[in-house]
């Protein structure tokens, strides 16, 4: 089976760092995919971890624990921008099938 | 570059009709996959389409068809039309089925049921 979890909602300030966890149980696990949704546009690829570690790019890091079924999205310098639905996407039981968790509704303060 | 582009943007039709959905994949790339993305909720995975065959598909019902052409555009169909079908409908691309191959979502289709 597959199953996504994050939390609904964060609430951080601007200039801050925030971290988003995600935890996951997908059968054929291989790859953990980070998007990013404003409302009423297409989720926009942010990054994507096959090996345990961490994956930096820019304001964004990626990090993959797949032993712990765990992963986490580390965002830098908070903008008002950044304000959107952050969604953990978990790739497995083959092909390149993503099963999406509920995302996680951001929200940045000044 | 295009990127994904999906037809209509918007879409309002009554319980029971008929509906089909295009999309355009990215320059490039060869595999489209069709997700239902309700309000407040994360997408989910209807199918997937290469070389114009579905090689994978979710827990939808068999009203819920598509087809792959050879350009490799897709359209996604569903028949008799539920209220409960009202929702995103994103088109997303990859290239090939391999691992590194993260997908580029359209903008999707609003497709409401009356």
């Known amino acids: 089976g597959q199953n996504i979890d994050q939390p609904t909602e964060m609430t951080a300030t601007e200039g801050a760092i925030v971290q988003i966890n995600c935890t996951y149980q997908t059968s054929g696990f291989n790859g953990l995919f980070w998007y990013q949704q404003h409302a009423g546009e297409a989720p926009t690829f942010l990054s994507y971890?096959?090996?345990?570690g961490l994956e930096e790019k820019g304001r964004f890091s990626s990090f993959l624990s797949r032993s712990k079924g765990y992963s986490y999205l580390l965002l830098k310098e908070l903008q008002m921008k950044d304000s959107a639905s952050y969604l953990c996407?978990?790739?497995?039981?083959?092909?390149?099938?993503?099963?999406f968790g509920t995302g996680t509704q951001l929200k940045v303060e000044l | 570059d295009a990127g994904v582009t999906q037809s209509p943007t918007h879409l309002i039709k009554t319980r029971g009709q008929q509906v089909t959905l295009r999309c355009s994949p990215k320059?490039?790339?060869?595999?489209v996959s069709w997700y239902q993305q309700a309000l407040g909720q994360g997408p989910q995975f209807i199918f997937q389409y290469y070389e114009e065959e579905e090689r994978q598909r979710g827990n939808f019902p068999d009203r819920f068809s598509g087809h792959q052409f050879p350009n490799y555009s897709s359209e996604l169909n569903v028949n008799a039309l539920l209220l409960g079908d009202s929702a995103l409908y994103l088109c997303a691309s990859s290239y090939g089925q391999g691992v590194n191959s993260p997908l580029h979502f359209g903008n999707g289709t609003r497709l409401t049921v009356t």
């Open positions: 996407a978990a790739r497995g039981g083959g092909g390149n099938k993503l099963t």
């Open positions: 320059s490039g790339h060869d595999t």
């Open positions: 971890n096959v090996l345990d």
